[in-house]
Nanobody, 121 residues
Framework: QVQLVESGGVLVQPGGSLRLSCAAS????????MCWYRQAPGKQRELVAS???????NYADAVKGRFTISRDNAKNTVYLQMDILKPEDTAVYLC???????????????WGQGTQVTVSS
């Protein structure tokens, strides 16, 4: 059974930094595109950052230059380094794994439960 477990979400002051982690089990992270999404109260879930199997990354405009996604396949873990945090970054952050096209699970994404990030003074 595939599980994604996020950690690292806390209350932080504006301008501060956090690093979120997403540890995977039941799956060997090699070719999957890994993503971080976030969902704030009353808002739609939005894609924050993604990194493919070749470690090519993409970011939402709102976080470009402040957030960095990375992956450590040996540890089966994906990270989201968040710097210069703003109150509008407050949300539940969710880890997502997209199986590659050649996988029998292609099209069936895996999701974690999420970790709460609150940016407030």
């Amino acid at each position: 059974q595939v599980q994604l477990v996020e950690s690292g979400g806390v209350l932080v002051q504006p301008g501060g930094s956090l690093r979120l982690s997403c540890a995977a089990s039941g799956i060997r992270l090699i070719y999957e595109t890994m993503c971080w999404y976030r969902q704030a109260p009353g808002k739609q879930r939005e894609l924050v950052a993604s990194i493919d199997g070749r470690s090519r990354s993409n970011y939402a405009d709102a976080v470009k230059g402040r957030f960095t996604i990375s992956r450590d396949n040996a540890k089966n873990t994906v990270y989201l380094q968040m710097d210069i945090l703003k109150p509008e970054d407050t949300a539940v952050y969710l880890c997502n794994a997209k199986p590659p096209y050649f996988s029998s699970d292609f099209g069936n994404d895996y999701w974690g439960q999420g970790t709460q990030v609150t940016v407030s003074s």
